[in-house]
């Protein structure tokens, strides 16, 4: 179904999307379960929303990192 360079971008790209969605959904709602379970509502719902924020984060700097050693080589 998926052969061919072309379609390899395209599952490249269709993973990041969803680690995308799940470094920041997990924490978020990590966060929003442990208010909800300990009673500290907002806190535990802003730290996962931080923590998904830093999680991005790193995730946006090792797609750079990986987007311009691939320049050089062309």
């Known amino acids: 179904m998926f052969s061919g360079s072309g379609n390899k971008k395209y599952i490249e790209f269709l993973g990041l999307g969803a680690e995308l969605a799940v470094a920041l959904s997990a924490p978020v709602l990590a966060g929003y ?14 730290a996962g929303i931080v923590t998904g924020l830093l999680i ?17 080589d062309k």
């Not at 379960?33 to 806190?43: A, F, H, I, N, V």
């Not at 991005?56 to 050089?72: A, C, D, E, L, P």
């Open 33 to 46: 379960w442990l208010d909800q379970r300990w009673e500290t509502s907002p806190w535990m719902l802003l």
């Open 56 to 72: 991005m984060t790193g995730i946006f700097s090792r797609v750079i990192k990986k987007v311009t050693s691939g320049m050089g």
